[in-house]
């Protein structure tokens, strides 16, 4: 079965602080992993694909088939990555299997 | 206006109400979804149509009935709906299904907040 894990509900850290934010899953082929974001107020996008292998405002994400994780990386947090962050999972049906995502609180 | 457009923002019905979200796409893309998202609870997938039909009903109660008239708009009518069904619905659109590793990013409405009292 597919299934995305974040087992962080809450990241609280401090500006400049480094960032990594845990993303496991659970899928028998080779998936297909994404992380999309949510800032206060404005609608669900999407932040990267492990496919593209891009930064995307500082972030990155490594695919470890080994470990079956995405985590998601900065090396510096800023106040205006605060926001609900969502991994996600494709795999052969084409369905976008979300997890419940984790809050990334940066304080000052 | 572009992107993925969804109405109303904001909806209360009773449980006996008939009501229904609209999504509107403008950016050219033939495959539309409705995500649910609830408190606690991940983005769960409940409906996909792909150049108009449906193409996946991920076990939807039949309180929820959606349409797609074409590839630019998505509705989901609801009726007898319960307490229970209060959460997000999340448009979404992408150029189509695709296989795996298409590249073809999925992009989200912001969403209308449904409450059923």
């Known amino acids: 079965a597919q299934r995305v894990t974040q087992p962080e509900k809450l990241l609280s850290v401090f500006k400049g602080a480094p960032v990594e934010l845990k993303c496991n899953y659970s899928?028998?082929?080779?998936?297909?992993l994404f992380w999309y974001v949510q800032y206060s107020r404005q609608r669900l996008q999407l932040l990267l694909r492990?496919?593209s292998r891009e930064s995307i405002k500082g972030f990155t994400a490594d695919l470890n088939k080994g470990e079956t994780s995405f985590h998601l990386k900065k090396p510096f947090a800023q106040e205006e990555d605060s926001a609900m962050y969502y991994c996600?999972?494709?795999?052969?049906?084409?369905?976008?299997?979300f997890g419940t995502g984790t809050l990334l609180a940066v304080q000052p | 206006e572009t992107g993925v457009t969804q109405t109303p923002r904001h909806l209360v019905m009773g449980m006996t109400n008939k009501k229904s979200l609209k999504c509107e796409q403008h950016?050219?893309?033939?495959?539309m979804y409705w995500y649910k998202q609830s408190a606690k609870k991940p983005l769960e997938l409940m409906f996909v149509?792909?150049?108009?039909?449906?193409?996946e009903n991920n076990s939807v109660p039949s309180r929820f009935s959606p349409e797609c008239p074409n590839s630019s708009h998505l509705f989901l009518h609801l009726h007898t709906l319960q307490p229970e069904d209060s959460a997000l619905y999340l448009c979404?659109?992408?150029?189509?299904?695709?296989?795996?590793?298409?590249?073809?990013?999925?992009?989200f409405g912001e969403g209308s907040w449904l409450t059923v009292v």
């Open positions: 979404a659109s992408s150029q189509d299904p695709g296989t795996p590793f298409s590249g073809n990013t999925i992009y």
């Open positions: 996600a999972l494709r795999g052969a049906t084409n369905k976008l299997i």
């Open positions: 149509y792909s150049l108009e039909e449906r193409v």
């Open positions: 950016l050219g893309h033939n495959a």
């Open positions: 899928y028998s082929g080779s998936p297909e």
């Open positions: 492990h496919i």
